[in-house]
């Protein structure tokens, strides 16, 4: 009964109208003024917050069915990057005032983001037969090697590096994400070791579904371990959610990614009170959310005034746009998804994007037809987590997602080979 009220689509549209309001009280009471000197200001009037309201509705009320979806992959990437960019970035517009030609632009983007997931259509991609003798011979070869692989990059950085530490807590890790940058790995080895952190929480998922949870328990080690390395908090994220993916994937994910969302909204109001921080707000709401959207602001806006420097090999965007606009050399202010679009391919960016996204996710759903569905929907979260904050091609290339896309196709394929076996006896 309570599920079929969430699927409702006149609800989970209230449930949604709640979340955007919940994000305005949030910026005003908290972001803005704690934050008001990194750029969290409120300049907007009423017209800047009327347009932030016709730009959401504009985009959500096509993107309402995508949460009713049950195909894999494709429908669980798009309700988390609206959720977690395309509503944020509706507040930001609220209450920052923007060019009319950003508004335009901000807004193509996310519609083609929608639309092209109904109109493409990407033909099914026959799996790989594997050899009926030797199926688990080669199962236990291609997962069995890229953990090798993943847990050797891992133990050698951290032994070679950082001298086997255990970082267990959250804070403190500034001090160790600033020792990593000089560390000066081969370009190889920095590769591995972003594929090497995609790949772990999955392979944890994996084994455990097989019952090998002493091996699952040690992969779970490997994780912590590459966290001690550079204090990255989207490490430990990551394996945390994936973990709550694999108990709970049987379930509509994508309705409680939205009321788990919301709830988490909620407690910025509640937690200073019990508890006198405001963990929630700094971490998940203004850096996770906030801070990305106010970033495709930034973007755009050093596209219209130094458009030259794009193109620029000696100028890294990254670090440009950090000393820019947060006035910090230092500060590697990387952004995907339409900050992405407008650095590489300028105003075109919004068109563009939005059709490499969509078409690259459309391909995994067809990659990922018979692989455990758990590892689908962490992989989809991974996904949509990684390209909200770095460009595309680096996510393919530098975390990982392009590997990670393989192993999860020979995993499919090996799932319907043993599927046609089962047939044929």
């Not at 891992?154 to 990593?180: M, N, P, Q, T, W």
């Not at 850096?287 to 806006?301: A, K, M, V």
């Not at 130094?306 to 000393?323: D, M, R, T, W, Y």
């Not at 091609?393 to 530098?398: Q, S």
Request: proline share 4%; hydrophobic share 50%.
């Amino acid at each position: 009964m309570i599920e079929k009220l969430f699927r409702n689509r006149f609800f989970l549209i209230i449930s949604l109208i709640l979340y955007r309001f919940l994000l305005d009280a949030v910026y005003i009471n908290f972001t803005n003024p704690l934050y008001n000197y990194n750029g969290f200001k409120i300049n907007g009037g009423f017209e800047d917050y009327l347009v932030s309201w016709i730009i959401f509705i504009i985009v959500i009320i096509p993107a309402i069915p995508l949460w009713n979806k049950d195909e894999p992959f494709l429908p669980d990437v798009i309700v988390l990057l609206l959720l977690l960019r395309f509503i944020p970035t509706t507040t930001i517009i609220a209450f920052i005032h923007q060019p009319n030609a950003f508004l335009w632009e901000i807004t193509i983007f996310w519609l083609l983001i929608i639309c092209l997931s109904y109109f493409i259509r990407i033909p099914r991609i026959k799996p790989l037969l594997t050899n009926s003798i030797g199926n688990k011979t080669i199962t236990i070869s291609y997962v069995g090697v890229t953990m090798l692989i993943a847990v050797g990059v891992v133990v050698f950085i951290s032994g070679y590096y950082a001298k086997f530490r255990l970082h267990l807590s959250l804070s403190g890790v500034y001090d160790l994400r600033e020792e990593s940058r000089r560390y000066n790995m081969p370009s190889l080895l920095s590769y591995l070791w972003g594929a090497s952190s995609t790949i772990l929480p999955l392979l944890f998922i994996y084994f455990f579904s097989k019952g090998k949870k002493l091996l699952s328990y040690f992969l779970g080690f490997c994780i912590i371990l590459n966290f001690s390395i550079n204090g990255l908090k989207s490490v430990v994220f990551s394996f945390a959610v994936c973990v709550l993916i694999y108990l709970l994937h049987r379930k509509n994910l994508k309705l409680i990614y939205t009321y788990g969302i919301i709830f988490l909204v909620i407690i910025p109001f509640i937690e200073p009170v019990l508890l006198g921080s405001n963990f929630i707000h700094n971490v998940i709401i203004r850096r996770s959310e906030f801070l990305p959207s106010i970033l495709d602001t930034y973007y755009y806006d050093f596209y219209t005034k130094h458009s030259n420097l794009l193109h620029n090999s000696k100028v890294q965007i990254q670090f440009a746009i950090g000393q820019y606009y947060f006035n910090s050399i230092a500060m590697r202010c990387n952004n995907g998804l339409f900050s992405d679009g407008i650095i590489n391919f300028g105003e075109l960016g919004c068109f563009i994007s939005p059709f490499i996204i969509i078409v690259y996710s459309k391909l995994c759903t067809k990659l990922f037809e018979y692989s455990e569905a758990a590892l689908v929907s962490a992989f989809a979260f991974i996904f949509a987590h990684t390209i909200i904050s770095s460009e595309f091609t680096t996510c393919l290339a530098t975390h990982g997602l392009f590997f990670t896309t393989i192993i999860l196709y020979l995993i499919s394929s090996h799932n319907y080979s043993l599927e046609i076996i089962t047939r044929e006896e």
